[in-house]
Structures are given as structure tokens and as C-alpha cells.
């Protein structure tokens, strides 16, 4: 018997908490081009290493980044305009992963509650669930803009475990990001962050490769 095994057979298992980026809908490469849409009308080039250093981070943390380590001159408030313009415009691009929609569907199946948890602001965190039709009137999400604190910060899991009405011990975090993967594990909740490389080590996460190995899924 495997851990994975040993856990699904003794955790009581209430809820599943989504990522959405990267894990529940595959979206990172409008963001990033977006980003650097963004950038490119505010004058300056964007970095090579975009990707890898805004991965998990919230749009504030991300303009504060680059205020500081790359000019931009921007406020907030015209910077994000110009980011959101452009991911709005190109929403269409944005699909559900089929792998998470499987394990999404098994766990409605088995009657677990589920729920968005996001860095993303509410505007994109709304606009991803219609267009891979997840969105429901009784569906739980929460986003950036619910939240005083952010991801890693555990504030955005235990407010979806309040509305869900169940204990953050038996909550399932499904990350992409060790930012998220990190706010789930200070939440106390037992936290999965997907690495298909499998060599992200960090303390108190499960790293796996793939959904399969999430207890309630289709490989549990």
C-alpha cells in the first residue's frame, strides 16, 4: 500500500479546493501573453524569465515586481487595465484541462464540494469559469480581491473552507504553483501540487505528476 493509498483510506475527505490557473484550466500562457502585451505598450521589453518569476503571484505582487526590477512607471490601476484588456479580448483561448475535469467530475460524483481558490482577481476568475462552463449559481469561489493577504498566505483556502462549511483538515488543495501549494499546507489542509518533473520538495505537500494520484481520483 502506498502513502497516497494509506491516506485516502483514513482521511476524511469534505471538500476539494481548485487552483484555477494552470491546474483547473490551462490559461498560463494567456496570462503570460498578456503580461507581456502589457508590458510591451508600456515601453518596455519584457523579461526572459517572466514566466518562471510571476508563476502563483498575484497581479499586485507581480506590479510591484516590476515597478521595482524593471521601470515600469505605470499605477496600478492603468497597468492592470492594459493586462486585462488584452486576456479579455482572447478569453476564448482558454479551455478547462481534461485530466482536472475528470477528477472534477468524479468528485461530484462521490457528492465532495468543490471550489475555486485563486491569486487571480475576480473579473479573470469569472471570466474563466464561463468560458469552460464551470460557472453556477451555488458554485463557491474565491479570489484575490476577496482576501486581504494573497497566496502563499493561507487566508484564501481557509475562507473557502469557511464557505463551504468544512473543516480545513479535510479539505484536498489541487496546486500547479509552490506559491499555492504553500498557502494550502499553512491552511493545514492536505495540499497536492502537480510537478511532472516530480523534484519540488516542500514541506508538507504531496508532489505529483499527475491527477491521478490525487485521492478521489480516477487512479485512487
Avoid at 491552511?187 to 510537478?195: F, I, N, P, R
Avoid at 516530480?198 to 481520483?217: F, Q, W
Wanted: aromatic letters at 6%; charged letters at 25%; a negative charge.
Amino acid at each position: 500500500m502506498t502513502d497516497l493509498d494509506r491516506i485516502n483510506k483514513h482521511m476524511e475527505v469534505g471538500a476539494i479546493l481548485w487552483d484555477m490557473d494552470g491546474t483547473l484550466v490551462d490559461s498560463e500562457p494567456l496570462h503570460e501573453s498578456a503580461l507581456r502585451a502589457a508590458l510591451r505598450k508600456a515601453g518596455i521589453k519584457p523579461p526572459d524569465e517572466l514566466h518562471s518569476k510571476v508563476l502563483g503571484m498575484s497581479a499586485d505582487v507581480v506590479f510591484a515586481w516590476l515597478r521595482e526590477d524593471h521601470g515600469l512607471s505605470l499605477d496600478f490601476s492603468d497597468w492592470i487595465r492594459l493586462k486585462y484588456e488584452h486576456y479579455l479580448a482572447n478569453v476564448a483561448e482558454v479551455r478547462a484541462i481534461p485530466e482536472a475535469l475528470e477528477l472534477w467530475a468524479m468528485a461530484e460524483h462521490r457528492g465532495l464540494q468543490q471550489a475555486v481558490v485563486s491569486n487571480s482577481d475576480r473579473l479573470i476568475v469569472d471570466a474563466n469559469l464561463r468560458q469552460t462552463n464551470l460557472a453556477r449559481a451555488e458554485f463557491k469561489s474565491v479570489s484575490r480581491n476577496d482576501v486581504r493577504l494573497g497566496k502563499p498566505d493561507p487566508e484564501p483556502y481557509l475562507r473557502a473552507a469557511w464557505l463551504l462549511d468544512v473543516p480545513p483538515a479535510a479539505c484536498i488543495v489541487i496546486e500547479d504553483s509552490p506559491t499555492g501549494a504553500l498557502a494550502g499546507a499553512a491552511a493545514g489542509m492536505q495540499t497536492y501540487l502537480l510537478d511532472v518533473t516530480g523534484r519540488v520538495v516542500l514541506d508538507k505537500v504531496n508532489t505529483i505528476r499527475n491527477y491521478s494520484e490525487i485521492p478521489c481520483g480516477a487512479g485512487s
